[in-house]
């Protein structure tokens, strides 16, 4: 499986962005797909993961409410819509897929078998 990340950039604090996770390859709807972020010298963290079947969504309690993760079968992709933006959103971004989690352990970044490569989000106060 191949991850590919796209959509970040620069924006205002109060303001918007939306990440894509395409993937290619070998996927089933086993698979969940997750967002990951890093800061700079922290580890990183989750943000939101959802199962590709269910649609079933998770959210770290940092995001809920401000951040929504979809999918779109038809182009295999996930995004991660970010709204009311903080400057301590500010990361490196990082998709992430794995099959067969269980729910216990689908905030745990050791679950991901796949990891595509970071986008930068840099959020201006």
């Known amino acids: 499986v191949q991850l590919q990340a796209s959509g970040g950039g620069l924006v205002q604090a109060g303001g918007s962005l939306r990440l894509s996770c395409a993937a290619s390859g070998r996927t089933s709807n086993n698979y969940a797909v997750a967002w990951f972020r890093q800061g700079p010298g922290l580890e990183r963290e989750f943000v939101a993961t959802i199962r590709w079947s269910s649609r079933i969504t998770y959210y770290a309690d940092s995001v809920k409410g401000r951040f929504t993760i979809s999918r779109d079968n038809a182009k295999n992709t996930v995004y991660l819509q970010m709204n009311s933006l903080k400057p301590e959103d500010t990361s490196v971004y990082y998709c992430?897929?794995?099959?067969?989690?269980?729910?216990?352990?689908?905030?745990?970044?050791?679950?991901?078998?796949?990891w595509g490569q970071g986008t930068q989000v840099t959020v201006s106060s």
């Open positions: 992430a897929a794995g099959s067969g989690i269980i729910t216990s352990s689908l905030g745990q970044k050791t679950a991901y078998d796949y």
